[in-house]
């Protein structure tokens, strides 16, 4: 008789991981009458290293400044030649080099587009603004380009350099982006060089990356072949190897564009320049949400005419007759003669203005008549939705806003059910389901900001357990207990609760649609140029709408998140699912598999990895957009960050930009390490 054996009865991993969080949990809660420091970190035990961090990086900025200030002086010169070029060109040479250009790249659509595109922001009134803006972008751009495509090379040269380029390249995409002001105001002072060089650095990963994607993605016989002619190293790389990789780099091109300008736009609240940036600044600054949705839309309209041009040479395209594009250049040139003397100045066309102020007036008259029914949608969403996730329903439900006071009977009914629902979801489900539903009710009625530091510290190294292994546990532990030793903690909660209810409505709202187009052609037909319009409006523009109907207030920045973070979860969930292989289908077919069944059987399964990569993706918008939504009120180390930045607190912007570069950092790999299980368990 064969004796069982003992491991067959041990739970799992992921039961394994939610057990001892769930006991970490229990066991701070039991205790905190007697040790009250195991749920609150006290503020003694911090290490200044706000302060460490800001003596260290003040002193080699010092150190570096006349250098800086020196670059920032040649870099003046090109700054004024780009804005005297495109200030001076006559308004008609452009709109017709652009249409042009437009012709060559994509024939009439994309002529169509670019013409259309520059006489809605000739008749906005923000044509010099505009021209400032892309004086910017075409300074920085090229200085992105050859800071990213030497980085990518180098990294393709020198393999053992590689791992630590791509970490230094993930550091650079996590750390929120105006983390990157506050250092920079320092070395080059105030003024619109600050946004060139910060557009600069933002966009100069994009560009290594796929460098260095295109470069391993060359075909080994056609590396071997540039061998065999004899050629040096050097004529084999830049006569061979990057024209082969060209399509992948056209595609860090436009991600590098998309970048600068996004960039350009936030660099606006420091540069002080008088581009498009500073008049969306100063237009939400003034209330005057109709001039401010006008100049956000300019900068959609240009977002959308570089990122489609731009996309056009990431393909295998054919230029159109150039003959064409010269005539139209030529027509413009003849026009712009011919009426030199009565050619209305740029300033002439503002005809949207008084749309504007229909707006305005429009908005006004629209809150004042609905605001009861705005701050109910508002109050609600606070007081039932966010403000428990924060603070707890032990705190949350009060009778101002529920009609009753929580008690501490409520809190052990609510724990004895999630209990019950837990052991009938273990014994139906698994194990690891019920225990995640215990700790989902714990977490309800505590907060997300009110959680005792040992759980989400033993808890976020179970899960890295679970998703990568030891290493990313202990990686996870570390990190996280620097932000707690750094005094950043309850920022980073908040941070923490804000960003992760932006990432769960997305996940629920972007899976529905995601779903949707999977199953509806017409529905993705629908919600595809929604999603690509999305994708390239510029981060600060999607604070207009939200402030437009709901002022200033953790709610508005909660609609923004989600706005710009809800697209990745539409996209992958659609491609997942309509990814399944035919040979899948043909099986379930014949098995005789209902549409749900298919659904929820092959193609859910198949999908996973996908949707855990939209998910991941998600996380890191989310993360993005949470410190841009510290200009309409949130709190948390976004806040942190912005203040940073007003007040040149070197340690303290680099302090929260890095713990929130860690949050992020986490996630992306957790959630990298489930995708990476799914596809193993699916043989991809």
């Known amino acids: 008789m064969t004796r069982p054996d003992p491991r067959a009865t041990r739970p799992g991993v992921g039961a394994q991981a939610a057990l001892v969080a769930l006991l970490a949990g229990a066991l701070c809660l039991a205790l905190e009458p007697v040790a009250p420091w195991l749920v609150k970190w006290p503020a003694a035990w911090s290490l200044p290293a706000t302060d460490w961090v800001g003596t260290g990086v003040t002193w080699l900025l010092e150190a570096i400044k006349p250098a800086a200030r020196l670059f920032s002086a040649l870099m003046r010169y090109p700054m004024d030649w780009a804005n005297l070029a495109l200030g001076a060109t006559p308004w008609p ?89 506050t250092p920079l105001l320092l070395l080059f002072g105030f003024g619109p060089v600050v946004g060139l060089i910060a557009s600069a650095i933002y966009a100069a990963p994009p560009m290594a990356r796929n460098v260095l994607l295109g470069l391993e993605r060359v075909e080994p016989e056609i590396k071997e072949a540039a061998v065999m002619t004899g050629g040096t190293r050097a004529q084999q790389l830049f006569q061979v190897e990057i024209p082969s990789a060209a399509p992948q780099i056209m595609v860090g091109v436009n991600q590098c564009l998309m970048a600068a300008l996004s960039m350009v736009i936030i660099a606006a609240v420091i540069g002080g320049f008088n581009d498009i940036g500073w008049e969306v600044l ?56 011919v009426f030199w003397q009565h050619l209305p100045a740029p300033g002439d066309f503002a005809w949207l203005t008084p749309l504007a102020d229909r707006v305005d007036s429009g908005l006004s008259a629209f809150t004042a008549a609905n605001g009861a029914a705005l701050d109910a949608i508002k109050n609600t969403a606070m007081f039932y939705g966010l403000l428990p996730l924060r603070i707890g329903l032990d705190q ?22 999630a209990v019950a629902i837990g052991a009938l979801v273990a014994w139906r489900v698994s194990l690891t389901a019920g225990l995640m539903v ?9 907060g997300i900001a009110e959680l005792p530091w040992p759980f989400v510290l033993v808890g976020t190294a179970a899960l890295g357990r679970v998703a990568g292994g030891w290493r990313l546990a202990v990686l996870s532990l570390i990190l996280l207990a620097t932000i707690l030793v750094s005094g950043l903690w309850d920022r980073a909660l908040l941070s923490l609760y804000l960003s992760g209810a932006a990432v769960f409505a997305c996940a629920v709202a972007g899976g529905g649609l995601g779903l949707l187009c999977a199953v509806s052609p017409l529905a993705w037909k629908l919600m595809r140029p929604v999603c690509d319009m999305l994708q390239t409006i510029p981060l600060f523009v999607f604070l207009i709408p939200v402030l437009m109907f709901f002022q200033i207030g953790e709610f508005s920045a909660f609609l923004a998140i989600c706005a710009y973070a809800v697209v990745p979860m539409i996209r992958y969930t659609r491609h997942g699912l309509v990814s399944t292989p035919p040979e899948m289908i043909e099986a379930a077919t014949a098995a005789g598999a209902t549409g749900w069944q298919m659904l929820r059987d092959v193609r859910a399964p198949y999908a996973a990895p996908s949707i855990l990569l939209g998910l991941n993706q998600t996380i890191l918008y989310a993360f993005a957009m949470l410190v841009i939504a510290a200009l309409i009120g949130t709190t948390g180390l976004g806040q942190s960050i912005f203040l940073a930045l007003g007040q040149a607190d070197v340690g303290l912007g680099i302090s929260a930009g890095a713990a929130m570069a860690i949050l992020a950092l986490i996630a992306d790999r957790v959630v990298q390490g489930f995708a990476e299980e799914r596809r193993q368990a699916l043989g991809l």
Request: aromatic share 10%; charged share 10%.
């Open 93 to 181: 040479l452009v709109i017709g080099f652009v249409t042009a250009l437009g012709w060559y790249l994509g024939g009439a659509s994309m002529a169509a587009l670019g013409f259309l595109g520059l006489g809605f922001v000739l008749a906005s009134g923000y044509w010099v603004e505009s021209m400032n803006t892309l004086a910017l972008v075409a300074v920085s751009v090229p200085l992105a380009l050859v800071i990213g495509g030497g980085i990518g090379i180098l990294a393709n040269e020198w393999p053992r350099l590689r791992p630590a380029v791509q970490a230094v390249l993930d550091v650079m995409q996590t750390v929120p982006t105006f983390a990157y002001l």
């Open 438 to 446: 215990v700790i989902g009710a714990g977490i309800l009625e505590t």
């Open 282 to 337: 100063l237009t939400m600054r003034k209330a005057q949400f109709g001039a401010s949705l006008l100049a956000g839309l300019v900068i959609v309209v240009f977002a959308v005419v570089i990122d489609r041009m731009s996309g056009v040479l990431a393909t295998e395209w054919e230029p159109r007759d150039g003959r064409v594009s010269l005539g139209l250049a030529a027509l413009a040139a003849v026009l712009t003669l």
């Open 396 to 417: 949350a439900v009060l009778p101002f806003t529920w009609g009753f006071a929580w008690t501490p009977a409520m809190s052990a009914g609510l724990l004895a059910a």
